[in-house]
């Protein structure tokens, strides 16, 4: 039965159906005919077409090379910094942990998207079906809501390491550090579970085009017929919940942080003290920096609104080792004693 009636558009069963302006509402008589027909062209739907960042043959190679080599120098990065975080004792400390952790999340939040995207750019038809569009869906948003959660964890090992130095080792605990690790990935897997199964049951309309170079929930929400008015509450929601609650509690983590440090009488022990939080502060930056551009920015489909998603899923991934490794003088030191010996057993 018909339910409500837009400018353009209807509701029949749950199914947004599109009619000319200034049309007549269809009769009971002729929905059938109209159910019938729309259920035949969203079931159609099984593939979308990512229009990616340029159509222009020429930028789509240059495009090509240049992501290429950036997310070889991710997976370089970030392999290498694990490999030193294990090997070196002298970075077994809940920090490197949590550093280890990161690295593993940028390499999987990378390779969820840049091959795909890689594959597109070399591609003529850019295809991807839609199972399989939901699924990078889901891996994006849960690598991403378990960063945002260990980022805030992260924060709070800066804390408790500048506020009690002496009690660091008793208070960040192996059994705490991994339960807060288990806990990030636990919270931001339920919740992306949660969106997608919600997504998984709506129609899409006869338009493929999504206008971006990877899935994201909130650009695939206008290509559907159905009423989304759940599940665009639903990603608000866990928006607000989980970045915006992570990052409110970062933001406290450095209030208490920057009162601890002023209240140290050195330059030297401040400049010290803060040394050790310029790393993680930078990674903030850069993680949450792109987030908020994504809210301001127009979600037109536009090459500019694409930016801060490009930022976080293939920039931020590989400068986030050389945040660590170039700020760090614990991880640039363990570097050249691995190196070291390494070349000292070639020769």
Request: glycine share 4%; proline share 3%; hydrophobic share 50%.
């Amino acid at each position: 039965m018909l339910t409500s009636r837009a400018e353009e558009s209807y509701y029949l069963l749950d199914l947004k159906i599109l009619l000319p302006q200034n049309s007549v509402l269809p009769t009971e008589n002729s929905e059938r005919t109209l159910l019938y027909m729309a259920m035949k062209n969203y079931s159609a739907i099984s593939e979308f077409i990512l229009l990616g960042l340029s159509i222009d043959p020429n930028i789509q190679a240059i495009l090509f090379v240049l992501f290429f080599l950036i997310y070889l120098f991710t997976l370089m990065g970030n392999f290498l910094m694990l490999l030193v975080i294990r090997a070196d004792s002298h970075l077994h400390m809940p920090m490197y942990f949590f550093l280890r952790q990161l690295s593993f999340l940028d390499l999987c939040h990378s390779s969820v998207t840049v091959p795909k995207m890689l594959e597109n750019l070399l591609s003529e038809s850019k295809t991807i079906f839609v199972e399989s569009c939901l699924a990078q869906a889901f891996f994006v948003f849960a690598t991403g809501g378990t960063e945002a959660c260990l980022l805030a964890v992260m924060a709070y090992d800066r804390y408790v390491a500048i506020s009690s130095p002496l009690l660091y080792g008793q208070v960040m605990s192996n059994q705490l550090c991994v339960g807060m690790v288990w806990g990030s990935w636990g919270l931001a897997f339920v919740d992306a579970l949660i969106n997608i199964l919600l997504a998984v049951n709506l129609d899409y309309c006869e338009d493929q085009t999504l206008p971006h170079f990877s899935c994201e929930l909130s650009s695939l929400f206008p290509l559907s017929c159905s009423d989304t008015s759940t599940n665009f509450t639903l990603l608000l929601c866990s928006s607000v919940l989980h970045f915006f609650g992570t990052f409110v509690m970062i933001v406290f983590s450095y209030v208490r942080i920057v009162s601890t440090i002023l209240s140290i009488s050195s330059t030297s022990g401040r400049s010290k003290a803060f040394s050790t939080c310029s790393s993680h502060l930078t990674t903030v930056i850069l993680f949450y920096g792109s987030g908020f551009l994504s809210y301001l920015l127009p979600t037109s489909g536009s090459r500019l609104a694409m930016m801060p998603s490009l930022q976080y899923s293939v920039v931020t991934p590989m400068l986030n080792p050389l945040v660590y490794s170039l700020q760090n003088k614990e991880v640039k030191a363990a570097m050249g004693r691995m190196f070291r010996k390494y070349f000292h057993s070639l020769m």
